[in-house]
Structures are given as C-alpha cells and as structure tokens.
C-alpha cells in the first residue's frame, strides 16, 4: 500500500476517514469546510475584504504544541483557518496511517476554544480523486535524515502542502520546527514554485519534562515515556558542550549517543549534524547547524533536533 514511493503515482485503496455530519449548532464560530470548493470560495471572500488568512495544517489529534502554532496564528492576521487531514500519500506501507490517532470532536472543540475560523477537513477521496497522479518532490532536500528512513515521506508532505496551499489561498502558513526538515522543504517549495506565501516557523513545544510535544507520544507506554525524555537531555548536553567551544561534530554526536544509548529503550535511528539550510552532513560547527535526531521507543518513533548558532 505504499503511496508515496513506488514510482507510478497509482493510489491504492486506503482506510478513508468518513464523511462526518456536522451539526454547526454547538459550533457557531467555527466553521468546518469538507468541500475544496467551499474552501475555495470561502477564502476568496475573505480575500476580496483584503482579510490576512494564516494557515496552519495538522493531522489533528491535537496538543498543546498544535495550539501554540493556532495562537500564533491569531497574531498574524484577520483569519485563521485550520486544516485536519491524515495524508496517506507520507506513510509508508509499514507505518501507522490506519492506526494514526484520530479525535475530531476534541480537536474540533479545542479550536473552537481558541477563535478559529474555518476548519478545514477534506476527506481522502476530495484531496486524491480517482486517477491522481501527479507529485511534488523537494529534491535534495527530502534525501537525509527522515528521507533515507521513511522513502516518499517527503513526496507525500510536499504533494499534500502544494494542494492544502492551492486550496486554503493563505497569506501566511505556520509550520513546526519540531519537523525541522519538513520546515525546510515547505520553505523551498514556495520558493521554488514562486508561491505568495509567507512560512512561519513556530519553536518546539515541549512538555514540563523536555519531551517534544507529538501526537505520537500517544504511542508510549509509561516506561517508554520516562525514558524518552533523554532526546531533549542528549540535545541540551551536546548543545552546552558547543556553547563551551566544542566545533566537532564526532564529538557532539558521541555526546548525544552516549546520552541516548543509556535508556535501554531507546534505539537510535539516526543523529546527525547539519547544515541547518541544506541539510547536509557537517563535520564542525561553522553558522548555523542542526543537530537532529530520530529514536524509536517500541512502536513509537520520536524525532527532535536543536539549532545550534556558532
Ligand atoms: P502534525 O499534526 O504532526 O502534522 O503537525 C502539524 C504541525 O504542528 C506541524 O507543522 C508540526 O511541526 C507542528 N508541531 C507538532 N508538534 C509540535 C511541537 N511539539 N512544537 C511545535 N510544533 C509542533
């Protein structure tokens, strides 16, 4: 069932979400938009009153990571509109797209708190019709880190965010840094095809204990989640050993394996460090670099990552 990368843009049968029935009654302020074209004609309305729409796409199953960047939102202009869709094209045929955690009356309701003024949640059948076959891809920048573990990953997000952005017509679109690399590729690929959007990075949320804010923690068991906090601990301790001089990357690596291999569930997929704009490997700490990580914890694979400025 791979979508993303089997080379022939075929799409095969996925899990659909339903088409919910909404009642907007217990909703008056927030609408939820399912139709492209009302999405369409929704934000051109706005656009026409010369009303800033920001976007901010999720898969739902929201935390509080997911309202920081909504919340940002509502600083940055008259209307924000929210999109939920868990996009089968960026799973793998190994990975969680069936099982991924899905919760839209508490999602809807969490943004309805926060003043939100479209949701927008297409079903798989309204954003992939029948006979879709057409893909973006980021080049180099999808290649490391995520790229050489979850192939076609970054087709699927780079397909799906052209669509969203076509679709939503926003003037601002706010994306995590906890997804560092997919950051990257949104900021490339409206470079690239000279799209009129803004791209705001929004920093990583995190939990009183350091633990990255993901919908994927769900996924922990309590011995699991203990144990996870040492990706933020391994990223801090690297990061004080850079602000002391430290320029090697072997050396900052070791630190954050060392770190990392002490929690005996923790198994490391990747730590790297990086040009924090093209992502290729560095050897030492010269501008700005990245330094980020991928670690399974039993079913759960956990990616954070830290900026470090020389
Ligand atoms: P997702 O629902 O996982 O696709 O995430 C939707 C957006 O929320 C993406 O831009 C993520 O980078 C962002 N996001 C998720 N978790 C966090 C977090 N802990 N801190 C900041 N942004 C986040």
């Not at 938009?33 to 026409?48: K, P």
């Not at 199953?61 to 997911?66: A, D, F, I």
């Not at 050489?148 to 995590?176: D, E, S, Y």
């Not at 040009?275 to 914890?297: C, I, K, M, P, Y």
Request: net charge neutral.
């Amino acid at each position: 069932m791979e979508f993303g990368s089997d080379g022939g843009g075929r799409i095969p049968d996925l899990p659909n979400t339903p088409s919910l029935q909404y009642s907007n009654r217990d909703f008056r302020h927030m609408q939820i938009i399912e139709r492209i074209a009302d999405m369409r004609r929704w934000s051109e309305g706005e656009r026409r009153q010369a009303h800033r729409i920001v976007f901010v796409p999720t898969m739902g199953s929201l935390h509080e990571g997911h309202l920081c960047l909504v919340r940002d939102a509502k600083t940055r202009g008259e209307r924000v509109v929210v999109s939920i869709f868990v996009n089968p094209m960026q799973f793998g045929p190994s990975e969680d797209f069936a099982k991924y955690p899905r919760d839209l009356r508490r999602d809807r309701a969490m943004l309805e708190g926060l003043g939100v003024d479209i949701l927008f949640h297409p079903t798989v059948a309204e954003i992939y019709p029948d006979g879709y076959q057409t893909h973006i891809e980021v080049e180099n920048l999808s290649v490391p880190l995520c790229g050489m573990v979850r192939p076609g990953h970054f087709r699927g997000v780079a397909t799906v965010v052209a669509k969203l952005f076509n679709i939503v017509q926003p003037h601002v679109a706010i994306f995590g840094e906890k997804d560092y690399q997919q950051l990257q590729i949104v900021r490339r690929l409206v470079r690239d095809l000279s799209m009129d959007i803004e791209i705001v990075g929004h920093p990583i949320v995190r939990e009183s204990d350091g633990l990255a804010m993901s919908s994927r923690n769900a996924y922990l068991t309590a011995e699991e989640r203990r144990a996870a906090v040492c990706l933020s601990r391994a990223l801090c301790k690297a990061e004080r050993l850079a602000r002391r001089g430290e320029t090697s990357g072997a050396v900052l690596l070791q630190s954050v394996s060392t770190e990392i291999s002490q929690e005996p569930l923790a198994q490391i997929e990747y730590a790297k460090l990086c040009d924090a704009e093209t992502l290729q490997d560095v050897e030492r700490l010269r501008g700005g670099a990245v330094l980020a990580l991928a670690v399974r914890f039993g079913r759960a694979r956990l990616i954070d990552n830290r900026v470090i400025k020389h």
